[in-house]
């Protein structure tokens, strides 16, 4: 599991406009291959009457899945720029489809490259975008004699506290990541004098979005 990743936040939409042509830019997170064929396939078929829906997507921990179609537009114009689009931003699961009404201006090769890659581009920038970071649960067991100091730490620290569990003994639930736990095991330990029972859980991603990333 990669300890972070960006990809798109969801769904999301966006049209521009160049010389009379429309460009709709349909933007999705897409985890699988079939997922993202069925993405594209509704938008076909809610634009049904456009002139071309073209598409691609980057899917995998390691951008293994990467596919690109022009639907019609001359080979390589449209599909490859919005492609390259998701690989210079390493965007990870995600799935473009860019749909063009004509408007009766040809664009030629070196225009259709730009407008395609623009309309991605901008339709990204729209929607937005979240870093995911992978983080491990740690479930800490106080007693009751600790809380107040342990959760007043906590909440100062650059730890995330996720939840609090009052039973017999205190439970703490606390997002770390790879490279914070064992500084993080010190700490509590120290914290409680060696008197906390520390067990690491499941590994989870956390989403946060990111600011506006420029290609």
């Not at 969801?10 to 460009?23: A, D, N, T, W």
């Not at 690109?68 to 965007?91: C, F, H, W, Y």
């Amino acid at each position: 599991m990669l300890p972070h990743y960006y990809t798109i936040k969801g769904y999301g939409e966006h049209e521009i406009v160049i010389q009379k042509s429309r460009f709709i830019a349909y933007i999705n997170r897409s985890t699988t291959e079939e997922a993202a064929q069925q993405f594209i396939q509704e938008i076909k078929k809610k634009n049904w009457n456009a002139t071309h829906n073209c598409s691609a997507y980057m899917i995998g921990e390691h951008n293994q899945i990467q596919k690109a179609n022009d639907d019609g537009e001359p080979s390589g114009t449209a599909g490859i720029p919005m492609l390259e689009v998701l690989k210079k931003r390493d965007l990870k699961d995600t799935v473009v489809v860019v749909t063009r009404y004509f408007g009766g201006i040809k664009l030629g090769a070196g225009g259709l490259i730009r407008a395609y890659g623009k309309a991605t581009s901008e339709g990204i920038n729209a929607t937005g975008l979240v870093e995911r970071k992978l983080v491990s649960t740690m479930h800490i067991t106080i007693d009751y004699t600790w809380l107040g100091k342990i959760e007043n730490e906590l909440r100062a620290s650059e730890y995330l506290l996720n939840d609090i569990h009052y039973l017999d003994k205190v439970e703490i639930e606390v997002y770390v990541t790879d490279h914070q736990k064992k500084p993080f095991i010190d700490w509590i330990i120290e914290l409680t004098n060696g008197q906390a029972e520390i067990v690491e859980g499941d590994k989870l991603y956390l989403e946060n979005p990111i600011a506006h990333q420029e290609e």
